[in-house]
C-alpha cells in the first residue's frame, strides 16, 4: 500500500499541469497541432486567433502561400502571463500543391521560409529575438503544360532576406517538349537579368532528370526572388508536360 498520504484509501494526485491539446502551449506540451489556412495566419496564446497548443504546429496553405504570425505577448496588470521567451517551435509545411510558408513575428517581420516538403525550428531566446536553427531550406515547385515556356517564381522574396541557392533537381515528364531552349534556377526579378543561374542546361529532354550541386558565383540582393526561368522557345508538348523543381537554399538576414 502506497505511504503517499496523498494516494491513501484510493485517492489520486490532481495537478494543473496541461498535458493534452486543450489550452495554449505550455512548457510541457509535446505533440503535433494541425492546421489548414483559409488565409494568412495569425497564431494567438488565447482564442482571439488560432490558439497555439503544441510546440510542432502541421499547416496546410490551403492553395496559396500563407503568413503564419506568431503569438504576441499576453500581458496583465501582473505583468507579462505568456510569452515565447524559451520556447522552441517547429513549423512543418503539410501542404498539398507546392505552397510555401512564411513565419513572421507578430510584428510582421520575416523569420524564416518553410517550403513545401520541408520543416523549420525556430527558438526563442526572447520573445523578440526569434532564431532559426540553421539556415538552410527547401522548396518544392511543380509547373505543368505550357508553364515550362514561361518564368515562374519559386520563392517570393522580401526585402527583409535574401537567398542563395545551393543545389537544385529538376525532373521532366509526360510528353516531350521540343529539344530546345535553356532552363535555369535564377535569383533576381523573373524576366529580367539574373542576379545568379543555377542548373544551366542547352537542351531540354523529356523525360529527363538534372542535377545541379553548385551555383555561380553572384553577390545576393535582398528582394530577390527565386525562380524558374523558362524559354520560349521550349515548345511542344501537352498538359501532361511536367516538370518538378526542388530546389535547397540558403536564407539570410
Not at 486543450?22 to 505533440?31: H, K, L
Not at 482571439?48 to 503568413?67: E, H, K, P, Q, Y
Request: with cysteine.
Amino acid at each position: 500500500m502506497s505511504k503517499i498520504p496523498q494516494l491513501l484509501h484510493g485517492n489520486r494526485l490532481e495537478h494543473d499541469i496541461a498535458f493534452a491539446n486543450d489550452t495554449s502551449i505550455t512548457g510541457v506540451v509535446n505533440g503535433v497541432q494541425s492546421i489548414t489556412a483559409t488565409g494568412d495566419i495569425t497564431l494567438s496564446f488565447d482564442t482571439t486567433n488560432t490558439m497555439l497548443r503544441a510546440a510542432t504546429v502541421a499547416i496546410d496553405a490551403g492553395g496559396a502561400n500563407r503568413n503564419v504570425a506568431t503569438p504576441v505577448e499576453l500581458t496583465s496588470t501582473n505583468g507579462v502571463e505568456k510569452s515565447l521567451k524559451g520556447r522552441q517551435i517547429t513549423f512543418v509545411n503539410a501542404s498539398t500543391a507546392g505552397e510555401a510558408l512564411f513565419i513572421v513575428d507578430s510584428a510582421g517581420n520575416h523569420i524564416c521560409i518553410v517550403g513545401y516538403g520541408d520543416s523549420q525550428t525556430v527558438i526563442w531566446p526572447s520573445h523578440a529575438k526569434p532564431e532559426t536553427l540553421g539556415s538552410l531550406r527547401k522548396h518544392t515547385l511543380t509547373l505543368i503544360g505550357t508553364a515550362l515556356n514561361t518564368d515562374t517564381v519559386i520563392v517570393p522574396v522580401d526585402a527583409s532576406f535574401y537567398v542563395v541557392p545551393v543545389s537544385a533537381k529538376v525532373i521532366f515528364t509526360g510528353t516531350a517538349k521540343t529539344l530546345s531552349g535553356t532552363v535555369n534556377i535564377e535569383v533576381g526579378a523573373a524576366g529580367a537579368a539574373a542576379e545568379a543561374v543555377l542548373l544551366p542546361e542547352n537542351a531540354v529532354k523529356v523525360p529527363a532528370t538534372y542535377i545541379q550541386t553548385a551555383a555561380a558565383a553572384f553577390i545576393p540582393v535582398y528582394g530577390a526572388d527565386l525562380y524558374f526561368a523558362g524559354d520560349a522557345a521550349i515548345s511542344g508538348g501537352d498538359a501532361t508536360s511536367k516538370v518538378v523543381v526542388e530546389v535547397y537554399f540558403h536564407e539570410f538576414k
